[in-house]
């Protein structure tokens, strides 16, 4: 998970700002414009690079939704309108069929198309705001994302598992997508293309799952100054 500077109020379309200002103490629920919806959309893929805000995958307005990082609670949060409380998440509108949850736990499973946003509910996870998000999780090869073992705290441990529980993020969908990220970065870097190129932005747009890609790139060169230093012992 890539952290995201927090966006702030100031920040928001002014087409929002209009809206809130017209409907005093509304909550999100009451918010039907569609045109200030796909202005939030739009201003929130943007600062987060056209990637999704949890899993890393390539999200646009079609193919993304609205996310509460405080959830909405059915509208107890007093945050429901806050921008600094929104993000975009991947998955627009997801169909009951989707879901396949565990009967005794109710999470969904692995084997679900949902994740993310629409698979979390209410569940506390690790905010992509927080600025400790990227240090929870550690990439392997195989696609998976797993609690980083050099984590220390309890509390961050159960918060790294939860998150990966809730958000589903090693579903299987996930789990080939992100493989083929880090087996792809391995690819060009034997090309000799340099990591800053293969992981730089471009016309706004991080490459998808842009943390397991660095990770690629991080134990790629680690093992190759492993084996020039063994070569020069």
Request: charged letters at 25%; proline letters at 5%; glycine letters at 6%.
């Amino acid at each position: 998970m890539r952290h995201i500077p927090q966006p702030l109020e100031n920040e928001s379309p002014r087409i929002f700002q209009r809206w809130k200002n017209r409907h005093r103490g509304a909550k999100y629920a009451r918010l039907k414009d569609g045109d200030v919806k796909k202005a939030i959309k739009e201003a929130l893929i943007s600062r987060q690079k056209f990637i999704c805000c949890y899993c890393e995958t390539r999200i646009s307005r079609g193919t993304s939704h609205i996310e509460h990082i405080e959830p909405q609670l059915g509208g107890l949060s007093a945050k429901t309108l806050d921008f600094s409380n929104m993000a975009a998440s991947c998955i627009r509108e997801p169909k009951k069929g989707d879901y396949i949850r565990d009967e005794e736990s109710g999470v969904v499973s692995p084997h679900s198309t949902i994740h993310c946003g629409h698979a979390r509910g209410s569940h506390r996870v690790i905010s992509p705001y927080d600025a400790k998000c990227e240090s929870l999780f550690s990439y392997s090869f195989s696609g998976e994302i797993s609690v980083n073992p050099d984590l220390t705290e309890v509390a961050d441990k159960n918060l790294a598992q939860d998150s990966i529980t809730y958000l589903n993020l090693n579903s299987e969908s996930l789990i080939a997508m992100r493989k083929i990220a880090m087996l792809e970065t391995v690819k060009m870097l034997e090309k000799g293309i340099a990591p800053a190129d293969i992981l730089r932005e471009l016309s706004g747009k991080l490459p998808p799952f842009y943390s397991a890609a660095k990770t690629a790139a991080q134990i790629f060169n680690s093992s190759r100054n492993t084996v020039g230093n063994t070569a020069n012992s």
